[in-house]
């Protein structure tokens, strides 16, 4: 039985289409008509992902040696200072393999909220520390205010805090020139034609994974062979990357455009790399999937028609109560996937599989998958903040101590959510465990109650990810956006701005992006106190 019912028609005649169209072929030829009659912009010259399996083998020598020479110096920690593609795949290597013995630890930082730049500190001695500055654009506001951070923190300890720093940018950025200025331990290129989404398997992806003792050989051996597959199989039904993409593009065309990923423990990180791949791959013109990640798996009651699941697991895992509830809910009429990986190393193929099912997904939809043409009107606004301007028009915001207020603001924007719909909870906060418990089970509170898809994010980090969604997808989105004093502040050195002041413009920026799109917006003061503030907001949620 085919487990996508009344949609398998249309998925087969997509399947039967692309195959008289040579689909498969064309796309390695990189054939920009299979998204647009005119070569546009970041189109013809984003799709180097496509050889990058094979591509990037030269560079493996190169990337063991500096390893090595990592762990000859003592270095304890790695800090990858970096957004969105710079930073989600490094977070999921770690978080997947860990750091192989005498290999330095890995810690991602991508937000700006002062308590969470003064918690990477407090866990690092920066005599010891090797900090990775990550940017395509060598120019990211975030990633540069770390930098800057960081950088004054290795003066202090070291006699040459350069060579505590590397550069991963493309050719000619500011960063480039910044990092020969002060005279970084090394610069890795990373390959212009590949996006920042697409770019897991380049230098973005493959140096932090070398420096913690990932066997970059066995990844990529994963990701070659479904490369090779997909190139090959010119059956579009057969082909397995080309078969996810038609599913995903027709459900969600059928109306089941919230994708739902679940995977077993060992995976437990890929979710959220695959959310920014999904969501800013194909959320852009009204249209867009939405990508939902780290929503715990409930019974057939609390969903809606507006899914589709897509499991992720790992033999030798304790998988039998996901499979049980999976099989419950292909019972109850919802569209579920499968895809069963040998051992870890198999992400590199589920890696591949996903950037060509998004890629493909994007014909379905009729949209242009490499760009994020929305992304930007936030950073404007931004800007605006902290230049003191208005952002967007008047900000409502409603602090927890006006009850009343708070409570009739939140009865309204309850009473919007409608039917397909998803909530989106955006909290610029610093990301404590404390605060994600909360957040959690906000979330499945909401998803119970209204049986409707839920996502949460951490600002900024999520405006690299699934903020082009929020702005340029559908407009089934409902969100709720959580600030707080980000009290104590921490100035950013060599600047005339603090961490505190630059979360804030952000949180500004993103609510004026959204209201200019006319999205239902709830912005809440959590106040000094996160966690009594969280309590308040669940308590006021009903949860």
């Not at 013809?44 to 020479?69: H, K, M």
């Not at 995903?248 to 979710?271: C, H, I, M, Q, W």
């Not at 190393?345 to 379905?364: K, M």
Request: net charge negative.
């Amino acid at each position: 039985m085919s487990p996508f019912g009344p949609d398998s028609g249309a998925i087969r005649a997509r399947l039967d289409a692309w195959t008289a169209a040579r689909y498969a072929a064309r796309l390695w030829d990189k054939d920009h008509t299979l998204w647009s009659p005119e070569p546009v912009p970041e189109l013809t010259d984003r799709l180097g992902w496509l050889t990058l399996p094979d591509d990037v083998r030269p560079l493996l020598d190169e990337l063991a040696g500096f390893a090595a020479d990592v762990r000859h110096d003592a270095f304890r920690h790695v800090v990858l200072c970096g957004m969105g593609g710079s930073s989600l795949a490094p977070e999921v290597y770690q978080r997947t393999f860990g750091n192989a013995p005498d290999h330095p630890e890995l810690i991602v930082i991508d937000s700006t909220h002062p308590g969470a730049v003064r918690d990477v500190r407090r866990r690092v001695d920066p005599a010891r520390t090797l900090f990775l500055v990550s940017s395509k654009s060598g120019t990211t506001l975030e990633t540069m205010s770390f930098f800057r951070y960081f950088w004054a923190e290795a003066v202090a300890a070291v006699d040459d805090p350069g060579s505590r720093f590397v550069a991963i940018t493309d050719p000619g950025t500011p960063l480039e020139r910044l990092a020969e200025e002060r005279s970084f331990r090394r610069v890795f290129p990373a390959p212009p034609d590949v996006g920042g989404r697409y770019s897991a398997f380049t230098t973005f992806g493959l140096v932090p994974a070398a420096l913690i003792g990932v066997d970059l050989g066995r990844l990529l051996d994963a990701a070659a062979g479904i490369a090779a597959a997909t190139r090959d199989t010119t059956e579009a039904g057969a082909n397995e990357a080309l078969h996810l993409g038609a599913a995903l593009g027709e459900l969600a065309r059928a109306g089941r455009d919230k994708a739902t990923f679940v995977t077993s423990d060992s995976l437990a990180a890929f979710p959220a790399w695959i959310e920014q791949l999904i969501a800013e791959s194909t959320g852009k013109d009204g249209a867009g999937i939405v990508p939902v990640a780290g929503e715990p798996l409930g019974p057939p009651t609390v969903y809606g028609n507006d899914r589709v699941f897509i499991y992720l697991g790992v033999d030798g895992d304790d998988r039998d109560a996901d499979l049980a509830a999976l099989a419950g809910l292909e019972a109850a009429g919802h569209p579920v996937l499968r895809y069963s990986l040998d051992d870890r190393y198999d992400l590199g193929r589920e890696i591949f599989r996903l950037e060509t099912a998004t890629a493909a997904a994007g014909s379905v939809l009729g949209i242009h998958p490499f760009n994020q043409p929305d992304v930007q009107i936030a950073k404007e606004l931004a800007k605006k903040a902290m230049a003191g301007e208005e952002a967007a028009g008047e900000i409502r915001e409603y602090a927890i101590a006006d009850e009343y207020p708070l409570a009739t603001a939140i009865s309204t924007w309850l009473g919007s959510i409608t039917t397909g719909d998803y909530v989106g909870i955006q909290a610029y906060l610093a990301p404590t465990e404390a605060a994600h418990d909360a957040i959690e089970r906000i979330r499945v509170s909401l998803r119970d109650r209204f049986r409707v898809a839920t996502t949460t994010g951490w600002g900024p980090r999520f405006l690299h990810s699934t903020g082009q969604l929020h702005k340029g997808g559908p407009g089934s989105g409902i969100f709720l956006q959580l600030v707080d004093s980000a009290a104590p502040d921490l100035p950013v050195p060599e600047t005339d701005y603090s961490f505190g002041r630059l979360i804030a413009a952000q949180a500004a920026g993103d609510y004026g992006a959204l209201r200019s799109r006319n999205r239902r917006v709830l912005r809440i003061d959590i106040g000094d106190d996160p966690d009594a503030g969280l309590g308040t907001v669940a308590a006021a949620l009903g949860v």
